[in-house]
């Protein structure tokens, strides 16, 4: 793996029931090499959860995806993330390379 390489982190969101879950869990079958899948209710969602749970939440992903860059993986993070939040967080930074997807279903 090469640590050196720039990193991709690509960060999903869509509306509930979009289908980000399922996204998570077919990616993590695939294997992909070099990359680690994290759904952002992993950390646990508390009864009430409200945007000030959420950008403490967006928080400490960054700092995650941070972390998982300098072993050398790129991230793939799907759920509750707000584009506009995660852009004027104070662990946000360029170097991290995100590319923003939005899951879309129609009715």
Request: charged content about 25%.
């Amino acid at each position: 793996m090469n640590r050196n390489m720039i990193k991709i982190n690509f960060l999903n969101t869509g509306t509930c029931g979009a289908g980000k879950t399922r996204l998570v869990q077919e990616l993590k079958k695939r294997q992909l090499n070099n990359f680690i899948v994290y759904d952002f209710d992993d950390c646990g969602v508390p009864d009430g959860a409200d945007v000030t749970w959420r950008k403490k939440a967006t928080r400490n992903w960054l700092k995650t995806l941070k972390e998982s860059n300098s072993k050398g993986y790129h991230t793939i993070l799907c759920g509750g993330s707000v584009p506009p939040e995660v852009l004027e967080c104070p662990e946000y930074e360029e170097s991290l390379n995100i590319h923003f997807g939005f899951i879309k279903i129609n009715h």
